[in-house]
């Protein structure tokens, strides 16, 4: 990503949930100053509940040097109380960076020293087919305030050569409450599942399944899918981590394996046999799902789903399956936080 923007020429387009500019963040900050003060045109989307710690003098240099800052749902109280709620409700949980309208970074990754143990995924992808993302910038810049005339060359794109072939490769999810529609990325993971013929691997930080999902796991299990899910024993936040941990034996049950690393892992994707794979911002739970922007890519690229594969392979060669017999076991405590997580289930 340091190497993208200092390369920009043209343009710097990033939508991101968490930007702080303390160790890893203050680098950034240089940069976008920098290429902003050049000529370059930058823009920022930065949720205002994810970035509240972004400092007033980053800021001020930000737009001192010419960077577009625009406020995703700004924390201003209004007196419909049941309105403010539902829109404070909303957050813009993507991750997008666009250099030059042609190298684009999708997927996991926030601006924080505090992220810096913490495993991850990125996507990186070069050339025409990040027309969909620009445009996808390009309608928040406009929710978020900016004006339309600005971007109206990234709302309505010239067709070139070869994206109707590059569209068979690659499809982005780009999920939004604002728009009244079905949970894209819901959809996603259920069809996935319900498409897998040899396997199933879904990655996710925060793990909350509705009956639905375990029903597809069980079904899938029939069919002779190896289904396998792999999670942080421990995450961030302790009701993220009782929640999940609630569900381990059902999912268990249905006929899932559960892939448990000692190490936190942010990254959000699955893999559909060698046959597909998704990257993206999106974790496994209703917030995700049904309040908060989110986007990925889902591919058929034959070497990407291999090497998305791989990766996989690797974190679970290090993670420790789940040990059913020894979980059953586990005290009251723990019986107890996991009964109080599900309490709160359908808000995170």
């Known amino acids: 990503m340091h190497q993208a923007l200092l390369a920009a020429t043209k343009s710097i387009y990033w939508e991101v949930y968490i930007f702080v500019d303390d160790a890893a963040g203050a680098r950034f900050v240089d940069i976008l100053c920098e290429k902003a003060k050049g000529g370059v045109e930058v823009k920022l989307i930065l949720d205002r509940l994810g970035s509240f710690a972004l400092s007033s003098l980053a800021l ?66 070069t050339g025409r087919i990040v027309r969909p993302l620009v445009r996808g910038f390009a309608r928040s810049y406009v929710r978020t305030g900016g004006e339309r005339s600005k971007v109206r060359h990234l709302l309505h794109p010239k067709l070139t050569v070869g994206v109707d072939e590059l569209r068979k490769k690659f499809n982005f999810i780009i999920n939004s409450p604002l728009y009244g529609q079905q949970s894209s990325v819901q959809r996603l993971f259920r069809q996935g599942l319900a498409m897998a013929k040899e396997s199933f691997n879904l990655l996710t930080p925060y793990y909350v399944p509705d009956r639905h999902f375990l029903d597809l796991i069980s079904k899938a299990r029939a069919r002779g899918v190896k289904v396998n899910i792999l999670l942080p024993v421990r995450t961030d936040y302790k009701l993220m981590e009782w929640i999940a941990r609630a569900y381990y034996g059902l999912t268990h049950k249905a006929g899932a394996n559960i892939y448990l690393l000692e190490r936190m892992n942010h990254g959000k994707a699955l893999t559909i046999d060698d046959k597909a794979g998704f990257v993206g911002s999106a974790n496994f739970t209703p917030r995700s799902f049904f309040a908060n922007e989110e986007t990925g890519v889902y591919f058929n690229d034959d070497q990407m789903v291999g090497d998305l594969n791989a990766i996989l392979d690797d974190w679970k060669e290090e993670a420790e399956p789940l040990e059913v017999e020894r979980w059953s076991k586990r005290g009251w405590g723990s019986k107890f936080k996991e009964w109080l997580g599900k309490k709160f289930e359908k808000y995170v």
């Open 60 to 125: 001020a240099r930000l737009t001192g040097a010419g960077v577009e800052v625009r406020w995703y749902n700004a924390l201003y109280p209004e007196w419909r109380l049941g309105r403010w709620f539902g829109r404070i409700w909303r957050r813009n949980h993507r991750k997008v960076l666009i250099i030059d309208e042609e190298v684009a970074f999708v997927g996991g990754v926030n601006v924080s020293a505090e992220f810096g143990e913490w495993y991850d995924l990125y996507l990186r992808l």
